[in-house]
């Protein structure tokens, strides 16, 4: 007896008479995050030229090596003539900055505010008292400390910072942000020769008092309260040589731990809260 063949189409599962699948959707691509320039980053010849005719302060000019001619030579000496640093280097340097902006070998690093001169400092110091508080960081690298330097500097009342324009660490957006506003309150003047400076703030009267781990003098028993410079040094070398010869007093912070050293901004912090207890035992501001 023949057998009867069941419709195809009403197969369970099979042929035409199956339920149409779900279609799959392809996820979404997630997007890409938008690319943008640090925010004291400014790249390209015009965008440069402007910042610097505008009068904002530029801390440090990168132009691509055999980039130095045209508009480019004019970008250069208007910089120097503003007292930017003005380096050459490799177009793969800017390009790795600039993050896909257009250059054209041309890259410039602002600062966040404007910094003040050496005889404006001293001035606003000396207005405000007669025993005025600086501070002087010695090729100081890391933009993280100079931002807490300059946070408990404005604690403190410091009268004013100073860095050196070459081999130290500007004023950048990285250390506004960690100053925590700090920034728009503390002067800090750029200064040339660190030895020279020191020399002449000699003659105004100031005391030269070093932070240095092999110091003669515990920072306790030292005097901070008359016109004075504390200088901090490099993360890792400390006070250069030449300053450390300069200074009137080495001071130490005491160590008793089996880490010889603390982080610079956290020993600026126990120095520079010293001098404000000295101060304010004496009933100096």
Known sequence: MEKKKRPVGNE?????????RPSVKAPRPIPEKSVSLPEDVVVGRNAVTEALKSGRTVNRLLVADQDGQGSVREIIRIARENGAIVEMGARSQ???????FRHQGVLAYTSPVD???LDELLESAGKKSD????????????PHNLGAILRTADAVGVDGVLIPRRRSCPLSATVAKTSAGAVEYVPVARIGNIAQTIKDLKKEGFWIIGADMDGTV???????????VLVVGNEG????????ESCDILVRIPMLGKINSLNVSVAGAVLMYESLRQREKKGKP
């Not at 070398?237 to 450390?244: A, D, E």
């Open 218 to 228: 515990d920072y306790f028993d030292a005097d901070l309260t008359g016109a004075t």
């Open 12 to 20: 369970k599962g099979r042929g035409e008479g199956k339920a149409p």
């Open 94 to 100: 800017i390009e790795a900055i600039a993050r896909g």
């Open 237 to 244: 070398r400390g006070i250069s040589r030449l300053v450390r």
């Open 115 to 117: 910094y003040t001169s």
């Open 131 to 142: 025993s005025p508080f600086l501070l002087l960081l010695d090729e100081l690298e890391d």
